[in-house]
């Protein structure tokens, strides 16, 4: 195992700058252009919603001439981004952090290289656009109040919702030292390059000081102005330095983002000021807040590195992309499914979000990202496509034909995430919580999805699976890639369907309404009777979506095909099907597996639909999302059959690799299938539409809590020779778990509860 180190050190490179503090800010940038420049110039944002050049940091020397800066090297932790820059007798070492407060900072800190002492002059400048249709949120105002700047923006979804159509971002400004002076002031629209060149600070600077001037008029009755031409709005605000001889100098520059007004804004205490956050160890305070995270998360340890560096870079992600805005439709705590236009809760990747989070000590956010869907849904119950702070996709007036707005909304195994919170941490309060929820959620399937009465369900749009560019919807439709409307009985909707009926069935005994037990249990064995007779195929050994016009199976060979699997719906007589992971000619290519059969005439391992690259391609590409079912597929066919429980664990050791590019982890959309190429052009890093961390803890551990109470261990072999699993919650309790090559132990709050000889099943509590 790794020598003790923290997983901040373990997660160290010189190649990312994404940073977050786990509340609403985040600065992830999918293509950054200015990340060499000090300061946050690439986007921020606030939940999903996108602000542009917050502010950079200039450097002007004793004559106002401007100090240019050339970047030397960077090295990154998830708490931190230290950047090294070198100038004309100067090095400058800069700190960015996005603490908890969502409050971004950037700490410079300045060394005189000569004999001679120094005066610099530094300048906070921040760009905005007045009344740009195309941007999200526009400038209102700016005010200065002692030595602090702030600016207002009003937020501008660009789909409203009758519930939000307004509210207003705060963004408070300081610096420790104080600042000195200050300018705002209005300009046409022009490039804008974070250089001084590109400022307008040229004649309103004299000493290192601003002029003092705030001119924020609109010239609203110049037609130019009026005619919707870009219109900038620049803030700035300074301070000098005294640099002593070959001494050095600390500056610290910070910018909050606050909601002031929106619709149901959560009431929190009145935040400190910024001045008196940054006048304290910023930097450090967003080290402590990062280890305080990744303590309240189970620590592996193994003999292989990759799997445990994979292991802190995926709650990495999680954190990163976690979002407590506490306002408009993000009233609880969730995770987004990653970068800019992904910052938002989506169903399909909350299935894969909530299976990671469940293994937190608190189970608050997985609990968040599941109710928080689940609470945003339409008149009939179907839940959204995504879920923003200020708009919704269920917003939209009903299809032609149907009574929702299927292009907006999405199929995902809700019910699976359900169980499995309950299992792990079996809140009754939880269960009273989720249940009407989810019996709403249930009438929907089968009320929309299932006119016919046949217990198999409908999709609708390929855009509810997330499954663009697949040919499992052209055997019904050849314009099914357009996003228009067509009708698949689909696997996975039907799958997920007897998972919700499944789970409903558990929760009415828990809830001790035994008559709701026996019908959703009665809906649920029909469903499953209904995949095995009429999705199975006996020749193909494969199971397949069903062309609702004829009855047929569509022999459409998609990565689907496994997921009944996942819920004991297939048995010994299906284990056909799990040849075709490791058949090359079918799913069974280098690495773990083609969302398309290689077969099937659409299939391209190259990003390629119909000749054209394609951003989310489902015809042969490897997404993580669909190997995590396939992983779970492969797991459960174990239990039928004990020889696959070797390809179990090596399968998900497999999936890790794969992710784990030039021996550094990352999460991308979709992969080569042959060469582990990951889709590098999208620039999705840390895309959290999968579910790893779960695979490691519920296959390579072993663990398994059960849904009546009881917890017991099965790993899978990996070909790991020794692994401890510490700190995993089971009603809570901790659990730890290791395997030394000889013998498999469970510890319950510290006390040995369960030992055996070798890597096979252990009972660790029956309750």
């Keep these: ?169 705060l963004v408070e400004f300081a610096s420790s030292p104080p600042f000195e002076s200050r300018f705002a ?268 009465g046949s217990c198999l369900f409908d999709v609708l749009n390929q855009g509810e699976t997330g499954q663009e560019h697949s040919s499992r919807f052209l055997a019904v439709d050849p314009r099914a890639d357009r996003s228009g409307p067509f009708r698949l009985k689909g696997i996975d909707a039907a799958v997920y369907a007897h998972g919700l009926h499944r789970t409903l069935a558990i929760f009415a005994v828990e809830l001790r309404d035994l008559p709701a037990a026996r019908k959703y249990s009665t809906l649920a064995a029909a469903i499953s009777r209904a995949i095995r007779e009429r999705m199975w195929d006996p020749e193909e050994e494969f199971f397949f979506d069903v062309d609702p016009r004829t009855g047929r199976r569509t022999r459409a060979r998609s990565a689907v095909g496994f997921y009944p699997f996942l819920w004991g719906i297939a048995g010994r007589e299906h284990l056909g099907a799990i040849r075709a992971l490791f058949d090359p000619r079918d799913f069974g290519t280098p690495w773990p597996i083609p969302t398309a059969s290689v077969g099937d005439p659409s299939f391209d391992p190259r990003s390629r639909w119909k000749g054209k690259r394609a951003n989310r391609p489902w015809n042969g590409r490897v997404w993580p999302m669909a190997t995590s079912h396939a992983a779970d597929a492969l797991d459960r066919a174990a239990s039928l059959d004990p020889r696959l429980a070797p390809k179990a664990g090596a399968f998900v050791l497999r999936f890790v690799r794969m992710m784990c590019r030039d021996g550094r982890p990352n999460s991308f959309e979709h992969y080569d299938p042959y060469t582990g190429a990951p889709s590098l052009y999208r620039g999705i890093d840390d895309c959290q539409n999968s579910w790893v961390n779960d695979l490691i803890v519920r296959v390579v551990v072993g663990l398994r809590p059960h849904p009546g109470g009881g917890l017991r261990l099965h790993p899978r072999p990996a070909g790991l020779r020794r692994f401890r699993l510490r700190g995993a919650p089971w009603r809570g309790r901790s659990v730890d778990v290791e395997w030394d090559g000889r013998s498999l132990l469970a510890r319950l709050d510290g006390r040995l509860a369960a030992r055996r000889r070798g890597l096979g099943p252990l009972e660790v509590a029956s309750r």
């Design 185 to 452: 002031g209005l300009s046409q629209g022009s490039p804008d390059p974070p250089v001084f060149e590109a400022s307008p600070f040229e004649g309103a600077l004299a000493r290192g000081r601003l002029s003092g001037e705030v001119l924020l008029h609109d010239w609203e009755n110049d037609g130019e102005w009026k005619s919707g031409r870009r219109c900038q709005v620049h803030v700035g605000l300074a301070r000098r330095a005294r640099i002593p001889a070959r001494g050095r100098a600390t500056l610290t520059f910070g910018a909050r983002l606050r909601l002031v007004r929106a619709p149901r804004l959560e009431r929190r205490r009145a935040p400190a000021p910024v001045a008196r956050l940054l006048a304290r160890a910023a930097i450090e305070t967003s080290t402590d807040s990062w280890t305080s995270f990744l303590q309240g998360v189970p620590s592996f340890e193994c003999d292989d590195p990759l799997l445990e560096r994979f292991w802190w870079h995926r709650w990495a992600g999680l954190r990163l992309h976690a979002v407590d805005a506490g306002a408009g439709f993000l009233r609880r705590p969730c995770v987004f499914e990653g970068a800019e236009e992904f910052r938002a809760a989506i169903p399909a990747s909350v299935q894969a979000q909530v299976r990671e989070c469940v293994w937190m000590r608190d189970p608050a956010l997985a609990e968040g990202s599941l109710l928080g869907i689940l609470e945003s849904m339409g008149g009939r119950g179907e839940v959204p496509g995504h879920v923003r702070l200020l708009d919704t996709s269920l917003d939209d007036p009903p299809e032609k034909g149907y009574p929702f707005p299927y292009r907006r909304a999405s199929l995902a195994d809700l019910g699976g995430c359900a169980l499995l919170l309950f299992s792990v941490h079996r809140r009754a309060s939880f269960v009273r919580e989720v249940y009407p929820l989810l019996e709403r959620h249930a009438e929907h399937w089968r009320r929309d999805r299932d006119r016919e």
């Design 1 to 169: 195992m790794s020598p003790a180190r923290s997983p901040l050190e373990i997660l160290r490179r010189p190649d990312k700058w994404q940073l977050g503090g786990g509340r609403a800010a985040a600065h992830a940038p999918r293509f950054p252009l200015a990340d060499r420049v000090p300061g946050f110039w690439d986007p921020v944002h606030y939940a999903d919603v996108p602000i542009r050049r917050l502010f950079t940091i200039l450097l002007v020397d004793e004559e106002d001439r401007p100090i240019p800066l050339r970047f030397q090297r960077r090295d990154w932790r998830p708490d931190r981004l230290r950047t090294e820059f070198a100038a004309e007798g100067l090095r400058v070492v800069e700190e960015r952090a996005v603490l908890p407060e969502d409050l971004l900072v950037s700490r410079l800190e300045v060394r005189n290289l000569r004999p001679r002492a120094r005066r610099l002059g530094a300048i906070l400048w921040s760009m905005q656009e007045k009344e740009a249709r195309e941007e999200r949120a526009a400038f209102l105002d700016a005010d200065f109040r002692g030595r602090e700047g702030r600016m207002r923006l009003e937020l501008r979804p660009p789909r409203p919702s009758q519930v939000a159509r307004r509210a207003l971002l």
